[in-house]
């Protein structure tokens, strides 16, 4: 009983050091009312695998259902604003900003896809540009699905992100983009 008694306090100490638990294990939404406002940015990536032929009619504009990257782009902007709707403990923010760029990798036959989200706000964006690589990435696997049966949706991650009390994040192999505010 003694093992099982530092079991429990150690697993309560670890609890009450994350932020979205409370006490009890339980989820719950962070309060950030007493946070400042900040400017707060964030950058990142997700990459579709499309295989050749696919790619090819990307890069061509040839897909039967329309312009891809354009869709994706719409699609990646309004996920970004959708994030708090979408991801249960996520904060409402008023964003400043939303870019979504592509770069198609012919040596891969991959679509880069690169979101940025910027506000000033009393929580960061991570969350928003993360949903808006996902949803565009999403977006180009379902205009392409039809002729790209083996497409798969690779490398969803943070890139960079910058503000608030945590400071600013770059991931090693990437270099800082300008802040988009």
Known sequence: ??????????VVRRL???THVDAAGKARMVCVAEKPVT????????????????FTLVEQ?????GDV???????????????SALIPLCHNLS??????????????HEVVITASASAWDRTGVEMEAMTAASVAALT??????AVARTASI???????????????????????QPDPA
């Open 1 to 10: 009983t003694t093992a099982l008694l530092a079991r429990h306090l150690h």
């Open 16 to 18: 009450s050091t994350l």
């Open 39 to 54: 400017a707060r940015s964030a950058t990142a990536q997700a990459r579709v695998h499309l295989g050749e032929s696919a």
């Open 61 to 65: 504009n040839k897909i039967g259902k």
């Open 69 to 83: 990257l354009t869709v994706a782009q719409l699609a990646g902007i309004n996920g970004a604003k959708q994030t």
């Open 95 to 108: 964003l400043s900003h939303v870019d979504i760029s592509f770069v198609l990798d012919k040596t891969a």
């Open 140 to 145: 180009v696997y379902d205009m392409c699905k």
């Open 154 to 176: 690779r490398e969803i991650r943070l890139l960079a992100k910058s503000g608030g009390k945590s400071g600013t994040f770059v991931a090693a192999e990437h270099s800082p």
